[in-house]
């Protein structure tokens, strides 16, 4: 039960995965969220490494599969805060509840 | 021992997850994220995952987490924080659920794991994995394009026009 193998590893994954989207859903800060996003990224790399490492544990596809996450991960963060930067000289807030510049 | 390695990096996991959402300082809060981008390569090392662990210290730590630093750095009011939005309750019902139907599925699905030995150094198989034949090369140039693009469009979306 307690020796470590695949399951404990999902598991935990599922619990990061579900601590990042909570905080999407409630937190108010834009920076925050971008974390937040962060986390679900990592708990998505973590199950993609240990499948790689208990399924298929000598063709590391799972690990290829996770540096393209990587890779994905930095692009979202520097259009994230670029976007961030240009809608607070707007409205000099970082408060979602700001960022309503789209709404129709 | 390894085992119980692996609850003290997913305790700490998960607890610094959790202050990253409580902490009402932001800035706080990104040391936390720092911290929980540390465990997460510990568990890639127990993964047997190396190069993958040092290329989540580099540019987690060093390149994403300084990033958002500097993004707080830049907005004036972040530093104090605020309160959750008015859906949290129904928020963490939806999470909650989400993480019920997950574990729920992962004891009921077994996964074939074969016994083989992981390897030991993972640089070289990753590198011909990447590269060789029947490779991913065309999914690395996609990548690059990915990040060239995403470099010019915070460019011209931070401009002063």
Redesign the interface.
């Given at each position: 039960m307690?020796?470590?193998?695949?399951?404990?590893?999902?598991?935990?994954s599922?619990?990061?995965?579900?601590?990042?989207?909570?905080?999407v859903?409630?937190?108010?800060?834009v920076?925050?969220i971008?974390?937040?996003i962060?986390?679900m990224l990592?708990a998505v790399?973590?199950s993609l490494?240990?499948?790689?490492?208990?399924?298929t544990?000598?063709?590391?596809?799972g690990?290829?599969f996770?540096?393209?996450v990587?890779?994905?991960?930095?692009?979202?963060?520097?259009?994230g805060?670029?976007?961030?930067?240009?809608a607070?000289r707007n409205r000099?807030?970082?408060?979602?509840e700001n960022f309503n510049i789209l709404k129709w | 021992m390894l085992d119980l390695i692996f609850y003290i990096f997913a305790a700490l996991a998960v607890a610094s997850a959790i202050a990253v959402i409580v902490v009402r300082d932001i800035f706080k809060a990104a040391l936390c994220l720092i911290l929980l981008f540390m465990t997460v390569a510990g568990i890639y090392l127990l993964l047997h995952a190396d190069f993958l662990a040092i290329i989540q210290i580099l540019i987690y730590v060093g390149a994403i987490s300084i990033l958002l630093i500097v993004a707080i750095m830049l907005t004036r009011d972040a530093r104090q924080g605020q309160p959750l939005g008015k859906f949290k309750y129904l928020a963490a019902v939806v999470s909650l659920l989400l993480l019920g139907t997950i574990v729920f599925c992962l004891l009921n699905v077994t996964f074939a794991t074969p016994d083989n030995a992981p390897l030991n150094e993972t640089i070289k198989p990753l590198g011909k994995a990447l590269f060789g034949d029947q490779g991913y090369l065309f999914t690395v140039e996609i990548a690059a394009v990915l990040l060239l693009s995403a470099i010019l469009g915070a460019i011209a979306v931070i401009r002063e026009k």
């Open positions: 307690f020796s470590v193998g695949l399951d404990q590893y999902l598991v935990l599922a619990v990061l995965f579900c601590i990042g989207l909570f905080g859903l409630t937190q108010r800060n920076i925050k971008i974390m937040c962060e986390i990592n790399n973590i490494i240990a499948f790689s490492r208990y399924v544990p000598v063709v590391l596809t690990q290829l996770a540096i393209f990587m890779v994905v991960a930095a692009a979202e963060v520097a259009v805060i670029a976007i961030i930067f240009a607070y000099e807030s970082v408060d979602i | -």
